[in-house]
């Protein structure tokens, strides 16, 4: 009898122990199921995330600037969700991917996608000059407006024909105004005896000898320690560069004169735009659409409290007759336009579009 429940006893401790490790198999079975489950998930977003077609975008800009900020608040999203993740952009400021000579060769070749540029192209293709030449445009808002006209872009996408891009729009890159540690700047004969830095650009050269200033071409690397030891007295940049530089420490001046809007090209690799699907197309060039409104905005906003950043430093600001400043230096214009054919051309849309 106690042979006979004994025997009962193990059997049941066996069945227990068979149960035990019945449940044990099943949860590591469940738990090794949930884990290739995640490993398949994250192996599929690994993969799709590999699918994504990278755009690089490279420009020559800090993170702070307008530029940076509108290409990460608007540009980017919008072509990733509206490709629904076919693309996925990458933004390369500071120059990351090389000076502007470089990444506009990059995206000539197509191992850029894309870049937002100067007018490093102007000596090659004198249309482009319109879009950064003194006295052309009359403020940054106009400058948007006229340059991102259909008409407009179609003149400079004929230059951009030749080098493989596309543009796709243009941005806002400075207004130009003068500062100096003489005195202020209220009438055109103020600027007699100065001693003004200027970028090595023959039409920047030309506009100010019209002016009256003395010029001296440096680079901006030099301009400091030139304003300190008394090489020059002055310089031409937008308000923001006077102040993130410090040169207001030595240039307590500054005249908003406005005399040249300059303006960024937003490219793309021609073939590399031509690979897309017209759906994708249209996607980048809303957002190139968007980014260029948005970049203004920012830009306005962003110069208005620079300057009172400016004047709460101790610099004086003062607001000259731009129309007697013009008068005096728009003479580089009719220069140019007898020199440069597509120029002129560039130029006679311009006018038409301001009403001129």
């Given at each position: 009898m106690k042979k006979k429940v004994l025997s009962v006893l193990l059997a049941a401790v066996m069945l227990i122990g068979l149960s035990a490790c019945g449940g044990s198999s099943g949860g590591s079975a469940s738990s090794s199921g949930s884990s290739a489950a995640s490993s398949?998930?994250?192996?599929?977003?690994?993969s799709a995330s590999a699918k994504a077609i990278p755009i690089k975008v490279a420009t020559y800009y800090a993170d702070a600037h307008p530029s940076s900020i509108a290409l990460e608040e608007v540009?980017?999203?919008?072509?990733?969700?509206?490709?629904?993740?076919r693309y996925v952009v990458e933004i390369y400021g500071n120059n990351a991917l090389g000076g502007e000579a470089e990444f506009n060769e990059g995206v000539k070749l197509?191992?850029?996608?894309?870049?937002?540029?100067?007018?490093?192209?102007?000596?090659q293709f004198p249309a482009l000059y319109a879009a950064d030449f003194p006295?052309?445009?009359?403020?940054?808002?106009?400058?948007?407006?006229?340059?991102?006209n259909p008409e407009l872009l179609a003149m400079f996408q004929e230059a951009f024909n030749q080098v493989n891009m596309t543009c796709l729009g243009l941005?806002?890159?400075?207004?130009r105004c003068i500062s100096n540690n003489k005195h202020p700047i209220n009438h055109l004969s103020d600027l007699q005896g100065i001693k003004l830095r200027l970028p090595e650009a023959a039409h920047y050269v030309s506009n100010f000898k019209y002016l009256g200033a003395t010029t001296v071409t440096m680079s901006l690397s030099e301009v400091f320690t030139a304003l300190q030891q008394g090489t020059i007295d002055?310089?031409?940049?937008?308000p923001t560069t006077l102040l993130t530089n410090g040169w207001y420490e030595v240039q307590p001046y500054l005249a908003i004169t406005?005399?040249?809007?300059?303006?960024?090209?937003?490219?793309?690799?021609?073939?590399f735009f031509n690979s897309m699907s017209d759906a994708d197309k249209a996607v980048l060039q809303d957002a190139v659409t968007a980014f260029v409104a948005r970049q203004l905005e920012l830009y306005t906003v962003g110069m208005e409290n620079d300057v009172k950043a400016l004047e709460e430093h101790g610099v004086e600001v003062t607001y000259p007759d731009r129309d007697e400043f013009k008068a005096a230096g728009s003479q580089v214009i009719d220069d140019y336009c007898e020199k440069y054919p597509e120029f002129k051309a560039a130029v006679e849309v311009v006018h038409r579009l301001q009403g001129v």
């Open positions: 398949s998930g994250s192996s599929a977003a690994s540009f980017k999203p919008m072509v990733e969700e509206g490709t629904e993740g197509g191992t850029i996608e894309m870049c937002l540029t100067g007018n490093i192209m102007g000596d006295w052309l445009m009359d403020s940054v808002q106009q400058a948007s407006e006229i340059c991102n941005s806002v890159n400075g207004n002055g310089q031409e940049n937008p406005n005399h040249q809007i300059s303006m960024n090209f937003f490219n793309v690799n021609t073939n």
